[in-house]
């Protein structure tokens, strides 16, 4: 089995070693669970059933182009005190 071996600052080992230890895991079983969640290729359930559900009128290029312009929009607000 392949091994990893990173180099992390005293500060974040600090803060690893208190999630470990809550977690019950050791430090390998605890980092490589992270690497799987980070790495799942998982689509959510009934994601494919949406393909081709669309009714609408727009092309995919007009609906980005809108959600773009929408984007470029900013509302003014309130001051912070």
């Not at 070693?17 to 079983?29: A, D, H, L, Q, T």
């Amino acid at each position: 089995m392949p091994q990893l071996a990173i180099y992390i600052d005293d500060n974040l080992s600090e803060k690893l070693n208190k999630v470990i230890k809550v977690s019950g895991k050791s430090r390998s079983k605890w980092v490589a669970d992270l690497i799987k969640a980070k790495l799942k290729d998982e689509w959510p359930e009934d994601f494919f059933k949406l393909a081709g559900s669309w009714e609408g009128e727009e092309t995919p290029e007009e609906i980005m182009a809108t959600i773009r312009k929408g984007l470029e929009r900013t509302e003014k607000r309130e001051e912070l005190s």
